[in-house]
């Protein structure tokens, strides 16, 4: 991996994003499998605990887009032969998994948290928390349940995955949906909130 960054830097393709991917690498808090293209992928983060595995990529997968780690303790797993699309952000406060064989499109934005607490008291400390940084919120009192997109799925452009669905084997999830429940494998679905369609193979 080292060996990776020197040769983007004497090529000019050096961004500063890879300089947070080797010191991810270097910390064990990121696995990259061979053959996977992350020159686009933003990684955002406060900090993280030494030698805590956050993120595995495997093989032969481009990720363009960016991915929030939202806590020391945060997981985000991708398989191998996965793409995900330009634009498209991944929030994580417990857990994203991402099988193999996954089509992400453009601008998908997938949050495995509802970010706020229902509690309008509570609710009144966002604000000072944010002029912190969005990596010292409090997510004591915040709803949070892992995302699981099982493999060949394929999922269009501006969707969005919220917390807690599981979207068996080879779902196809239209543009532009609000996928808010979980389905069943080979249910093409779509809508806002995202209902099924029909089947599909």
């Not at 910390?27 to 061979?34: E, V, Y």
Request: charged fraction near 20%; aromatic fraction near 8%; include cysteine.
């Amino acid at each position: 991996m080292k060996f990776l960054f020197k040769i983007l830097k004497k090529l000019n393709l050096y961004h500063p994003e890879i300089d947070t991917i080797s010191n991810l690498v270097n910390s064990n808090n990121l696995i990259i499998g061979k053959n996977s293209d992350l020159k686009a992928l933003k990684i955002e983060y406060l900090s993280l605990s030494p030698g805590f595995l956050n993120i595995s990529i495997g093989d032969d997968c481009q990720v363009i887009g960016n991915i929030a780690l939202l806590n020391q303790k945060t997981k985000v797993s991708i398989g191998s032969r996965t793409y995900i699309g330009p634009k498209t952000k991944i929030y994580a406060v417990e857990e994203v998994r991402i099988g193999n064989n996954v089509k992400i499109s453009w601008e998908c934005t997938f949050t495995d948290t509802n970010s706020h607490s229902l509690h309008s008291k509570i609710r009144e400390n966002d604000y000072l928390d944010w002029q912190k940084g969005l990596f010292q919120k409090d997510w004591s009192d915040v709803k949070n349940a892992p995302i699981i997109i099982e493999d060949h799925c394929w999922i269009g452009f501006n969707s969005i995955i919220m917390k807690g669905v599981k979207l068996g084997k080879g779902c196809i999830v239209a543009a532009g949906s609000v996928v808010t429940k979980s389905f069943p494998p080979y249910s093409i679905i779509g809508g806002n909130p995202a209902v099924f369609i029909k089947e599909t193979d």
